[in-house]
C-alpha cells in the first residue's frame, strides 16, 4: 500500500503526506497481513513480544482503508464507516477479510449494489463494483435506474457514505458507452 501511495503521488503530482487511505487493488482484500507487519523472531527476541506486532496502515501514516465489502441486504441499512478496533462488525465472506483488530484504522466499507434481477434464482446480482452487479446488455435506462435506486436505498436509510465502485469496462458495457451515458444523466454536467 505504501508503494501504491509513491506511485499515485508521482504520478497524480499529489503530495504523498496527503494520501491517507487506500484500496487495495482490485478489491483483493490481504487479510490482517494487509493491516500489520510481523517483525522477525531476532527483533521480538530484543522487544517485548507485544509490540512485534506492528501495523503496517499505522505507520505508514494510513487512517483508512476502503476494500472491503459489506452486505447490508437488499431491504438493510447500508453500513457507515468505522473503526477496526474491534473485528469486522459486518459479515465479511471474503476468505481474507482481517480476523483481528486494528485499532485506529478506519474502513470505509464498499455497500454492495443491487442490480439485476434473477429470476431463476428469486435474487439480484449484488457487488461492490457497479459493473459485476449489472448484465453486459444492460440499456442506458436500466444502469441509470439502478444507480439512483442503490443510492436512493443508502439516502433514505441510514444516510452512510454513498461509494460509487467503478472500472473502466462499465464506460463502454458490450462495445457502446452505455455504462458513460447512465453516469452522465446520472451525475449531470453543467
Known sequence: MDGQRRIIAKFANANEEEIVGMRAPQLALGGD????VRLSLLTCYYQNYFICRVQMMSRAGFLYD?????NPGVNGDPFWPQTLDHSVPWDCYD???PKSS?????TVPLNQF???YLPQIDSFRRSSMVRAAVDLNTTVDQLTNMLFSNFDRSYTASRAPYVLALNADLLQLNGRNT???ALQRYVPLP
Open 95 to 97: 476468505a481474507n477479510c
Open 179 to 181: 455504462g458513460m451515458q
Open 33 to 36: 497481513e494487509q493491516f500489520e
Open 102 to 106: 486494528f485499532p485506529g484504522i478506519w
Open 114 to 116: 443491487y442490480g439485476t
Open 66 to 70: 476502503n476494500s472491503m465489502s459489506a
